[in-house]
């Protein structure tokens, strides 16, 4: 099965900018699409973004305008950059595959902690 690494968290001040990438171990481009998600404490995961294979993206509202996802097909990798985060941005990151029913399909990474505080 196709693995995933996540990185690029880290601590950011309110305002500021992070990207985040998934390194997956196979090719992602068999996928239906790619999409990013986040569980804050206490939350059940939600979605973030999500790309296809042919480049449509889709934004939760809560992020619409400050985030932006990508993919690079020959590098095996989905990014997430992140503008103006906020204090409610605080999450751990994880990217995942989606079938076209929009369900999850390869097991979760161990995500990226991101954490916007002053």
């Known amino acids: 099965q196709v693995q995933l690494v996540e990185s690029g968290g880290g601590l950011v001040q309110p305002g500021g900018s992070l990207r985040l990438s998934c390194a997956a171990s196979?090719?992602?481009?068999?996928?239906?699409?790619m999409g990013w998600y986040r569980q804050a404490p206490g939350k059940e995961r939600e979605l973030v973004a999500d790309?296809?294979?042919?480049?449509?993206?889709n934004y939760a509202e809560i992020v619409k305008g400050r985030f932006t996802i990508s993919r690079d097909n020959a590098k095996n990798t989905v990014y997430l950059q992140m503008n103006s985060l906020k204090p409610e941005d605080t999450a751990v990151y994880y990217c995942?595959?989606?079938?076209?029913?929009?369900?999850?399909?390869?097991?979760w990474g161990q995500g990226t902690l991101v954490t916007v505080s002053s």
């Open positions: 790309i296809t294979g042919g480049g449509h993206t």
């Open positions: 196979g090719n992602i481009g068999i996928f239906n699409a």
């Open positions: 995942n595959a989606r079938s076209v029913l929009g369900h999850r399909v390869l097991s």
